[in-house]
């Protein structure tokens, strides 16, 4: 196959695959007869919720009834595999369940505009993209209506305890060295500005912060997500869940509720000192932690 039939095959396969997301999000949209709300009065709620990857007969999460308060900072916690990331999308409505619902203030989600709900919600996540533009692009696509706007960029920027990073750049500088004269980064500092990144839109319904800054010490990382708890806790009048997914324990201790999920299912759920009182499975992983830090 000479290059120009193998090229021509790339795009045939990649011209594919965006007709089916299309038509999987118009379909979708087909049923969307509700409105995101502005503010969240209830919450969000888990009923009954299994999911399980195509072509595996094990779910990822089983059964699974919770629910998110609004204006309540909540903390995952659990091994990788339990089903800590696969929530978190389901959330963020990029999964949608095999059986049960989630619910926004007892709305459906299926029924809410995929992209309405996506402009409630922002998300910093573990596998997070490297985008190569511009510093301020590549933190202000978090929000594409305040891509130009440099103030908004830099208060993203210093709430993701940025600053000092990108002053040294400057929001013009172009990243990735695949570019001529390109500043390539460490990965702790591409995962700073995707925590810029989504820290974009400044009132949300619902903050996902998944292991974002795993490449950041446990010091940085807890002042980081104190900072944001308090913030959550301020802004509680839009009733916005933030949701804190981590292994560190001095770093979820902070939330007023706090899920073990095991194996797919909640293990058990409540604050910290309720659930050291309780000495199950939380009690156990968070005194292994701490003395390994003594």
Not at 138 to 160: E, F, K, M, N
Not at 266 to 280: D, F, M, N, R
């Amino acid at each position: 196959m000479n290059d120009t039939h193998f090229f021509r095959a790339i795009w045939l396969d990649v011209a594919r695959r965006m007709t089916w997301l299309e038509e999987l999000v118009a379909a979708a949209d087909e049923r969307a007869e509700a409105s995101a709300p502005d503010t969240l009065q209830r919450g969000i709620r888990l009923e009954q919720v299994t999911f399980r990857y195509p072509g595996s007969a094990q779910p990822v999460l089983d059964d699974v009834t919770l629910g998110l308060p609004a204006g309540g900072v909540v903390a995952l916690v659990g091994e990788n595999g339990s089903g800590k990331s696969t929530l978190v999308k389901l959330l963020c409505r990029l999964y949608q369940p095999a059986t049960g619902r989630v619910t926004v203030d007892g709305i459906d989600l299926r029924y809410i505009p995929a992209a309405e709900w996506s402009g409630r919600v922002s998300a910093a996540f573990q596998d997070f993209a490297t985008f190569e533009y511009q510093v301020r692009e590549s933190v202000g696509i978090g929000d594409l209506g305040h891509v130009d706007d440099p103030t908004a960029v830099w208060t993203a920027i210093d709430r993701a305890g940025a600053a000092d990073l990108v002053s040294g750049l400057g929001l013009q500088t172009q990243l990735g060295a695949s570019w001529p004269g390109g500043v390539e980064l460490s990965r702790g500092q591409w995962q700073k500005l995707a925590l810029a990144r989504g820290f974009m839109r400044p009132e949300p319904l619902l903050l996902v912060l998944d292991e974002p800054t795993s490449a950041l010490d446990a010091e940085t990382e807890h002042a980081l997500f104190e900072q944001y708890a308090a913030a959550s806790r301020a802004r509680s009048r839009r009733g916005r869940i933030t949701l804190l997914v981590s292994h560190r324990f001095s770093t979820v201790r902070m939330a007023d509720l706090i899920v073990v999920l095991d194996g797919g299912r909640i293990a058990e759920q409540g604050s910290h000192e309720e659930l050291l009182v309780a000495g199950g499975r939380y009690a156990e992983l968070y005194r292994i932690q701490a003395a390994a830090y003594r």
